[in-house]
């Protein structure tokens, strides 16, 4: 019906469930798929601690991702603490430097593997509020 109506799909996922994306967009080239938040690596429960792998599971599942021209992504949302990357408690705030250190090869393997006409940027602000300042946030971007 989304195609019929021409309408898009939003998805926000984690990103074991990249696969099935992928064969959903391959299944319905006539409907643009919006995956949100990169494609939801994860880094907590069974993911914890396991950043560099999971970091490569992604990457593979977001190549495939993107192969069909009727999937794109939104760059951002990676400062949840689902991710991984719990910035708060800490004795200083996250500066934007780190920050940036720590999304870029997300963001950059979107950018390269999607092409900048299929990303498009999200702040996820005020959700990521709980990870650090708008300002900081933005500088990182």
Same mark, same amino acid.
């Given at each position: 019906?989304?195609?019929?109506?021409?309408?898009? *799909?939003?998805?926000?996922?984690?990103?074991?469930?990249?696969?099935?994306? =992928?064969?959903? /967009?391959? /299944? *319905? !080239? #006539?409907?643009?798929?919006?995956?949100?938040?990169?494609? $939801? !690596?994860?880094?907590? $429960?069974?993911?914890?601690?396991?950043?560099?792998?999971?970091?490569?599971?992604?990457?593979?599942? +977001? &190549?495939?991702?993107?192969? !069909?021209?009727?999937?794109?992504?939104?760059? $951002?949302?990676?400062? +949840?603490?689902? %991710?991984? &990357?719990?910035? @708060? $408690? @800490?004795?200083?705030?996250? /500066?934007? #430097?780190?920050?940036?250190?720590?999304?870029?090869?997300?963001?950059?393997? %979107?950018?390269?593997? *999607?092409?900048?006409? @299929?990303? +498009?940027?999200?702040?996820?602000?005020?959700?990521?509020?709980? =990870? %650090?300042? %708008?300002?900081?946030?933005?500088? =990182?971007?």
């Amino acid at each position: 019906m989304l195609d019929k109506l021409g309408l898009s *799909f939003d998805a926000y996922l984690y990103h074991p469930q990249l696969p099935e994306i =992928a064969d959903l /967009a391959n /299944a *319905f !080239p #006539g409907v643009t798929i919006i995956l949100n938040h990169v494609g $939801g !690596p994860l880094g907590v $429960g069974p993911y914890a601690g396991k950043q560099d792998q999971i970091f490569q599971e992604w990457k593979e599942s +977001m &190549t495939a991702v993107a192969a !069909p021209p009727n999937v794109v992504v939104k760059v $951002g949302g990676l400062v +949840m603490p689902v %991710c991984g &990357t719990d910035w @708060r $408690g @800490r004795p200083m705030p996250v /500066a934007s #430097g780190e920050l940036a250190q720590a999304t870029a090869p997300y963001y950059l393997h %979107c950018i390269e593997e *999607f092409g900048p006409e @299929r990303c +498009m940027f999200e702040s996820n602000f005020p959700v990521d509020k709980i =990870a %650090c300042s %708008c300002t900081v946030l933005w500088n =990182a971007f």
